[in-house]
């Protein structure tokens, strides 16, 4: 069972910054493909960012591509989501998610097997 932990989530204004992060068990940011996700109120989970495990890939929605990286740190196992120049529709519960994701699927849910709890961004003045 993979255990999945994020932080880092807070009330910030328009144009502002945040990084969330992602601690995850030994060994799981290396074996998998790591990915984030959000969720607003009354909409679907849709996928932020993804990077893969092996050669470190990243992957970005075209609403964030940008203003938003995703990096690792494989030693401590953690994933972290740089969030920048923050708007009002970013606001949502972000998500970490791990799985088998490939190229092709690392966009979609189903591929990830283990998701936290969830971390809440609000942007708002």
């Known amino acids: 069972q993979v255990q999945l932990m994020e932080s880092g989530g807070d009330l910030v204004q328009p144009g502002g910054s945040l990084r969330l992060s992602c601690t995850a068990p030994?060994?799981?940011?290396?074996?998998?493909?790591m990915g984030w996700f959000r969720q607003a109120p009354g909409k679907d989970r849709e996928f932020v960012a993804a990077?893969?495990?092996?050669?470190?890939?990243?992957y970005y929605a075209d609403s964030v591509r940008g203003r938003f990286s995703i990096s690792r740190d494989r030693a401590i196992g953690v994933i972290y989501l740089q969030m920048n120049n923050l708007r009002p529709t970013d606001t949502a519960l972000y998500y970490c998610?791990?799985?088998?994701?490939?190229?092709?699927?690392?966009?979609?849910?189903?591929?990830?097997?283990?998701w936290g709890q969830g971390t809440q961004v609000t942007v708002s003045s």
């Open positions: 998610a791990a799985g088998r994701a490939i190229t092709s699927t690392v966009r979609q849910l189903s591929p990830y097997s283990y």
């Open positions: 030994h060994n799981t940011v290396g074996s998998y493909t």
């Open positions: 990077i893969r495990a092996s050669g470190g890939t990243t």
